[in-house]
């Protein structure tokens, strides 16, 4: 750790006007752009690129060659798997670049969700709180929170815990995770601590 309370290794690029949390680790050949805001003790791998004013909560780990681009927010404990990929443009043009926030569709990934190596995130959905998305998987539509999906397009095969446990549902609806004791129930199609 620097005087800073933070680690930039000195092969990566800080741009001025950002923001780094107390403990946060930016490693080798990282780039985080202007006007990026990164909570405490977040981890970003090597070749991991943040996009202007982006913002990132506490305790993420974004894993080596993810760009975290423009209009992307990271909760607290997300975690972004190996070479994942976010988007920020529907219909994108090289003739016709768009360019600037004002093109921009935002994505919001919610508390502690993860996302497997190789996802993609199209952009203007929400990942819920606790969701997985499975290695591969392309997210085409908004996700539930605390579910598992799968493929491409992406789509629930399970419902798992806070803390990563897969979850079985009795006949009322209800399950309880095996390694925190926390008590679920799934109704309407979702998923909710009780």
């Known amino acids: 750790m ?5 680690y930039v290794n000195p092969h990566a690029v800080v741009d001025d006007g950002v923001e780094l949390g107390e403990g946060t680790k930016v490693w080798h050949f990282a780039h985080v752009q202007s006007g990026a805001k990164i909570g405490k003790k977040c ?4 070749n991991v690129n943040v996009g202007n ?4 909560g506490n305790f993420v780990k974004i894993q080596n060659n993810v760009s975290v681009y423009e209009g992307v927010t990271l909760e ?14 529907l219909n994108p043009r090289s003739k016709y670049p768009q360019v600037g926030a004002e093109f921009y569709i935002n994505t919001l990934v919610k508390e502690g969700a993860s996302l497997g190596a190789n996802s993609t995130i199209v952009c203007g959905h929400t990942i819920g709180r606790f969701a997985m998305v499975g290695a591969g998987s392309v997210v085409t539509k908004d996700v539930p929170d605390f ?9 629930v095969i399970g419902w ?4 990563g446990e897969k979850l079985n549902f009795d006949d009322n609806g209800l399950a309880t995770c095996s390694r925190t004791g926390i008590k679920y129930k799934f109704e309407n199609g979702k998923v909710v601590e009780v």
């Open 43 to 46: 981890v970003l791998g090597q």
């Open 76 to 89: 607290d404990y997300v975690f972004c798997g190996p070479s994942m990929v976010f988007t920020n443009i």
């Open 2 to 6: 620097s005087d800073k309370n933070y």
């Open 53 to 56: 004013n982006v913002t990132i």
């Open 147 to 155: 579910a598992l999906v799968v493929g491409n397009p992406a789509k």
């Open 160 to 163: 798992w815990s806070e803390a």
